[in-house]
C-alpha cells in the first residue's frame, strides 16, 4: 500500500538496540496521551498510554515518558525488531472533549 | 475479534462527482468518530458521533461534508461535489462510551479525486 508518511522526520535505528521517540504536543490542558503505530495501508494502532498525573508509563517492551514541564512526550521501544517499522504518532486529548490531537509522525526505520 | 471495518478501502473519483464512505463501528460502541489524514501527515478530526446525536463537526472542512448515524450503529461520511485537496485517507474511530480511550481505527478508505 502507499506509505503513511512520505515526508515525515525519519529514525534510523540498528535492529536489536533501543529506540527513542520524541514528541512536543500543544495544549497544557490535555490530560491524556497516547503513541499510536500506523503501518503503511493501516489505521493507527494504540500503543501504550498515560494520563497526564504520571510521568512514567511501561508496557511490554515500551516505555512512555510524559513530561508537563516542557509539554513533550516520549516513547521508548526495547530492543527494536522488524516488526516495529512503522509510522509513530504522539496524540493528545483534551479534558473537555474526546477528539485526539495528533503530532507530527516519525517514521522508525530498522536497519539489519 | 471484529474491529472498526471501513469500505471502500480505495475510492477513485472525477472532480465534481459525490462520494460515500462507510464506517462500520465495534459492535456495542457508542462513540464514534471520523478523521482525514493526508499524506504525510497526521489524523485530523472531522466529526463525533454519540449514538446518533452529532456532538461535534467542527472539524468539517466544509458544507460538502457531511455525516451521519441515523441508528446509532453504522456511518456515513459524504462528499459532495469533491475536489482535489479532497484526497487523503478518511479514518473512522470508535469507542465503548464517552470519554472512553483509547479509541479503535479502522483501516480507511483512500480517496483519489481525479
Known amino acids: 500500500g502507499e506509505s503513511v508518511g512520505l515526508h515525515l522526520p525519519t529514525l534510523s535505528v540498528q535492529e536489536g538496540d533501543n529506540s527513542i521517540i520524541n514528541c512536543a504536543y500543544s495544549?497544557?490542558?490535555?490530560?491524556?496521551f497516547i503513541w499510536y503505530k500506523q503501518e503503511s495501508g493501516k489505521g493507527p494502532q494504540f500503543i501504550i498510554d498515560i494520563r497526564s498525573n504520571m510521568d512514567k508509563r511501561q508496557g511490554q517492551r515500551v516505555t512512555v515518558l510524559l513530561n508537563k514541564t516542557v509539554k513533550h512526550l516520549s516513547l521508548q521501544i526495547a530492543a527494536t525488531q522488524p516488526g516495529d517499522s512503522a509510522v509513530y504518532f504522539c496524540?493528545?486529548?483534551?479534558?473537555?472533549?474526546?477528539?485526539?490531537?495528533f503530532g507530527k509522525g516519525t517514521r522508525l526505520h530498522i536497519l539489519p | 475479534g471484529a474491529g472498526v471495518s471501513q469500505s471502500p478501502r480505495y475510492k477513485v473519483a472525477k472532480r465534481g462527482q459525490d462520494v460515500a464512505l462507510r464506517c462500520d463501528p465495534i459492535s456495542g460502541h457508542v462513540s464514534l468518530f471520523w478523521y482525514q489524514q493526508a499524506l504525510g501527515q497526521g489524523p485530523e478530526f472531522l466529526t463525533y458521533?454519540?449514538?446518533?446525536?452529532?456532538?461535534?463537526k467542527s472539524g468539517l472542512p466544509s458544507d460538502r461534508f457531511f455525516a451521519e448515524r441515523p441508528e446509532g450503529s453504522v456511518s456515513t461520511l459524504k462528499i459532495q461535489r469533491t475536489q482535489q485537496e479532497d484526497s487523503a485517507v478518511y479514518l473512522c474511530?470508535?469507542?465503548?462510551?464517552?470519554?472512553?480511550?483509547?479509541?479503535?481505527f479502522g483501516d480507511g478508505t483512500r480517496l483519489s479525486i481525479l
Open positions: 474511530a470508535s469507542s465503548l462510551a464517552r470519554g472512553d480511550q483509547p479509541q479503535h
Open positions: 496524540a493528545e486529548v483534551g479534558n473537555r472533549d474526546d477528539k485526539i490531537i
Open positions: 495544549n497544557s490542558a490535555s490530560d491524556y
Open positions: 458521533f454519540q449514538n446518533e446525536a452529532q456532538l461535534d
